[in-house]
């Protein structure tokens, strides 16, 4: 391979030189293009068009970049929907998954990233089943197994989870997955359609670069659109929302997914920022961020008290997590020189590699500087 | 009074003097400021500072913006979040209203924004209540009454409901009421703390101008706080979000309203917007606004088939409501004639004035073009 296929990617992002950059991971850099089309949005749309760019485009934004967002994931048209926030879109996604169930527990992948085992712990609670932590590794399942909820990237390990695999343990049992893409949206190819996957959420502000807290997105496939229902039930996602009828009739499709007026700012900065997608091939980003993280753990492997957390093999995201016994104060240390990772107490550091604007300098840039601060 | 106390304050606004702008009701006008600071927003804070701007403001601008917020509607600070969709808070508020209740019914205000009713429907179809839409006039509250919910300005006639004897009917009878504010904030000064309102939401789309689809606010009174527990237990909410904890411990204060990551482009574009207010005393925009809506109403009173829905005395927000037979028609003649407004279906016509940026020419204008088409 060519070691840098999408080198000239680089120059899409509004990018400081002096920066490494290594929290993509948590805040994705902003594409160039998201300024001027903010502004174009404050300005034109809102400032002039006023209430007429409701239908204008508005409206249905949300299901037009939710469609934006499914061709990443693999998602056919008119599955996926941009709305609420990662947190929202999982408790649609389990209440409507456990709905009417007659098994009697909800699993969920024990190392989960909080919000979504606190999201579970709630639906749990709401529908009176049981929940049970368990090892992605010995899952357990069992045909009182109403649905399993797990990340395809862990955020502390880095380590992706078999997505194939898993889909069909569960299956074979009879329970529904609901997948947390969070961190492999925009990492690598995911085939949610040809899985039959059953549900999806993820958020757009990590790898996608949607901006600071951009809406989320919730995957229903066609087939499961008929029995979804969620508790949520706002009015956008009415059959007839002008109507303004008295009772709920949810929309046939995917949009019976959405709540509340969509959040058209960040909703039209996250369009923008996914324009740099039409130019790239998610292969190429998986085979860069492969080699960019085998790089810096190749550079760091061996450097004094550092232990790494993220597999050596493929079967891990774009995100190197080292332990070490004092991460907060070398994670400090590390962005005041302006190499910026992030720390996860207690003793992880993180180092997010976007394939899209990340090079090889910035890995051996922040190795060295590792390396010198040890 | 002085005919326009607020004349000066439209300069704040970019709104082109060729159209007269009816619709703040539905989505309020862009301050000037907004547009630039959303660029600072996109190239400084999150391309320049990136993930470093969560611990420089980010994090806590919920409850900043919230406590902006909450002057405007009499309540102290630390008591107003800003965050989600005002469908997603009337859930938690509902949710949370009802919980641990021995009693069985909900009553909604039967001429409700839908989007109330569904979910106060969905609340009580998750809670086991009965759920019972009845007459503002006639509540007939019972203790057997957990929650009452209430719009503040009805939406399709703009009519006031008065909120002091409505928030003591509740409370004679021992039920929470909860208040959907979302169009009468920044309307007319509201008294939530001196009133003992149990909780509230509101949208800042509207008259305060937050933008379109920004995020909406939540309104839980320090007594009550303790006492909130609602379902979405997202991790922004949780008392030390950041120690990743396994398990769900409710922020002491409002935050545990909060539920997933804040979408910062809309919520500073928000701050932004609210800087007008700074600059204005509420009992001015509410004796111009019964001023503008009382001339209009005035003046297309005795148009030919015009019906005025919206109350002649003060019991109104700042809305004028018109039935007409041929009311989708006429709207698209004005609208085409630079007259914005809206429509509701079947009959009604909107006209929204918002005393900040609103004249009394724009009335004339709007009364003029409307008997022309007549």
């Known amino acids: 391979m060519n070691r840098d296929p999408l080198a000239h990617v680089r120059d899409l992002f509004d990018l400081d030189d002096d920066v490494v950059y290594l929290d993509g991971n948590s805040l994705g850099a902003p594409p160039k293009n998201v300024a001027e089309r903010v502004q174009e949005v404050v300005k034109h749309q809102w400032g002039s068009r006023l209430i007429r760019s409701w239908s204008e485009g508005w409206w249905e934004a949300p299901e037009r970049v939710g469609n934006r967002v499914g061709r990443l994931v693999g998602a056919a048209a008119g599955q996926v929907v941009v709305c609420d926030s990662t947190s929202v879109n999982l408790f649609k996604a389990l209440m409507a998954a456990v709905r009417s169930t ?89 085939e949610l359609d040809a899985l039959g996957v059953d549900l999806a959420v993820g958020c757009t502000y990590k790898f996608l670069n949607g ?92 450097l004094p008290g550092i232990e ?18 004092r991460a907060g104060a070398l994670m400090d240390a590390l962005i005041e020189r302006n190499i910026i990772g992030d720390f996860r107490a207690p003793d992880v550091l993180r180092f997010g590699f976007a394939p899209l604007y990340n090079t090889f300098e910035d890995a051996d840039r922040a190795a060295t500087t590792l390396k010198e601060l040890l």
Chains 1, 2 share one sequence.
């Open 308 to 325: 790494v957390l993220t597999p050596a093999d493929e079967w891990r995201g774009h995100q190197v997590s080292l332990r070490h016994v």
């Open 102 to 190: 007659d098994r009697s527990e909800i699993v969920v992948d024990a190392g989960t990233f909080p919000t979504d085992g606190y999201i579970a712990q709630s639906v749990a609670e709401l529908t009176g089943l049981a929940l049970r932590p368990a090892d992605p590794d010995r899952l357990d399942l069992r045909d009182t197994t109403a649905a399993v909820l797990l990340n395809h990237v862990d955020y502390r390990t880095g380590r992706l989870l078999d997505m194939a695999a898993l889909t069909e343990q569960a299956h074979a049992v009879g329970a529904k997955v609901v997948w947390d893409l969070c961190h492999s949206a925009g990492v690598l190819p995911i």
């Open 211 to 302: 901006g600071p807290g951009s809406p989320a997105f919730i995957y229903v496939p066609t087939r499961a659109q008929q029995g979804f229902h969620q508790p949520l039930t706002g009015w956008t996602g009415h059959q007839v929302p002008f109507a303004m009828q008295p009772d709920y009739t949810p929309d046939p499709g995917v949009s019976r997914a959405r709540v509340g007026t969509p959040d058209i700012l960040s909703m039209l900065a996250l369009d923008a920022a996914l324009d740099v997608w039409d130019q790239v091939d998610l292969q190429d980003v998986r085979a860069k961020g492969l080699a960019l993280t085998g790089h810096f753990m190749d550079l760091v492997r061996d």
